[in-house]
């Protein structure tokens, strides 16, 4: 196969960037994933709401084991050794030389400066043998730039937030909880909840304050590292906050919960791996996922679209729900070129994607007002229709429109929403810090809580529950004003009855 013919592998273009770009050693060792097809399909089975235990998987939806061992032939025949083999997650880690990968898969790799940090970073196509097209579905590992960005604003009283009123609240993920009517007599006992994190870290000792002060049962956290990453706290103007923000969210609201932070490099790689870890770990077993870090869509190559939204249907067969933040960058979520953009991986079908609201209450913490978050230009709710996947028969009756800028009609995001305006934030606890944090960075955790109270509540795991919230009338309080438009767009959305791409069908707090 040394000498076969090579081609394209589709979707892995990369274009060049305009800056200068350096040599790379080529001597040096990395690590790649190779992700392979499936048996099967695994649509029909989704289809049919089929659930499958995490041990049962491999043999129904994974890798064959003969496309397994060609992907080994073609890596050994190119001086690359294989690291791990999962057949469940459908992947091949190996490693090697940069030299022999470049020779092997015919890519492209330098070096590019970002604000004095060096990256490796690949361009053009990746080839693959033709023997092989049909049987790698994408290779990841060759670029390690960033992939994603958390989704959380930290509150700061000095600057200019619309709508800002002295004296609004702000709250613990318990408090909302109440506020919200969230299952009761349930605790989360029983279920663990899988959270994703692509940088920063916690102490123990914040988390054990944070509960302490609560007056609520600390709960189990577990660090699990995937690709090299690891729990690596430092401050709380890094991505520590968002690591705690998740914990103390998700584990104030179901407290005997076990807590799994999966901490990966923030590299597509990293991420796609965390995710298939967390979904076929058969160790900890998480029934629920909570991923606060994404990307607008344009920001992702057609292969990481596909193998991450085919990872996020493995989940929906596994009977585990996955909760991500929907942005915070409004309508335009964070691109400048003046379009109305989604972000990923809130937009794949099999995501219940979490929108953001500004919650207000009086002394009895009682709702006065909840509207669309949308405090300032660069401070509001993602939202929007995907330019990548087709609107989904769930949402054919919720009167998704098409594309802003497209007219293609996709699918629609958010699914649901909570409050996330910073101005009425969530109080954390952050390398000793007492902050106030804000962004469906925090939704998601909320979210995740509440399923795991529902799973603990049902005695079952209620997995993709999209197509039920959708099918059933009145499960969610609309959210009707305000809109996610910014000064980065031309355009945007606005809230009304029904669906909307701000904040969904609205509040979720129960589920039949």
Known sequence: MKTAKKVVLKGSHRPTPKTELKPIDSEAFIEVTVRIRRKRSIDEAIAKGEVIAREDYAQEFGASQEDVEAVETFANE??????????????????????????????????????????????????????????????????????????????????????????????TSDQLAKIYGFPTGVTGKGQCIGIIELGGGYKTIDITNYFKNLGIK????????????????????????????????????????????????????????????????????????????????????????????????????LGVTICAAAGDGGSADGVTDGKVHVDFPSSSPYILACGG?????????????????????DSATGGGVSDVFPLPDYQANANVPASLDTKFKGRGVPDVAA??????????????????????SAVAPLMAGLIALVNQQ???????????????????????????????????????????????LGVLSQLP
């Open 218 to 317: 600390k709960p189990v956290v577990k660090a699990v590292s995937v690709d090299g990453g690891k729990n690596a706290p430092t401050n709380a103007n890094s991505a520590d906050g968002e690591v705690l923000l998740d914990i103390e969210v998700a584990g104030a609201v179901a407290p005997e919960a076990k807590l799994v932070v999966y901490f990966a490099p923030n590299t597509d790689q990293g991420f796609l791996d965390a995710i298939t870890q967390a979904v076929h770990d058969t160790t900890n077993k998480p029934s629920v996922i909570s991923i606060s870090w994404g990307s607008a869509e344009v920001n992702w190559t057609p292969q990481a679209l596909t193998n991450f939204n085919e990872a996020f249907k493995a989940a929906a067969v």
């Open 419 to 440: 409050d996330a305006d910073p101005s009425t934030g969530y109080k954390v606890l952050v390398d000793g810090q007492q902050l106030v944090f804000g962004g469906t």
């Open 78 to 171: 190119h001086h690359l050794t294989t690291v791990l083999v999962d057949l469940a997650r459908r992947s091949v880690i190996l490693k090697g030389k940069i030299s022999d990968f470049e020779a092997a898969f015919a890519v492209n790799l330098n070096l590019q400066d970002q604000q004095g940090t060096e990256f490796r970073i690949r361009t053009g196509d990746i080839h693959v043998p033709a023997e092989l097209a049909d049987v790698i579905t994408g290779v990841f590992g060759f670029d390690e730039r960033p992939a994603a960005r958390p989704m959380f604003q930290i509150y700061k009283p000095d600057q200019k937030i619309i709508n800002h009123a002295a004296g609004t609240p702000s709250y």
């Open 458 to 504: 049902k005695g079952k795991t209620v997995g993709f529950i999209n197509p039920t919230i959708y099918a059933t009338p009145n499960l969610c309080r609309d959210i009707t004003v305000g809109d996610n438009k910014t000064t980065k767009t031309t355009t945007g959305y606005t809230a009304g009855p029904g669906w909307d791409a701000c904040t969904g």
């Open 357 to 377: 609201t500004k919650l207000l209450t009086d002394a009895s913490n009682k709702i006065t007002s909840e509207t669309v978050w949308h405090a300032a230009s």
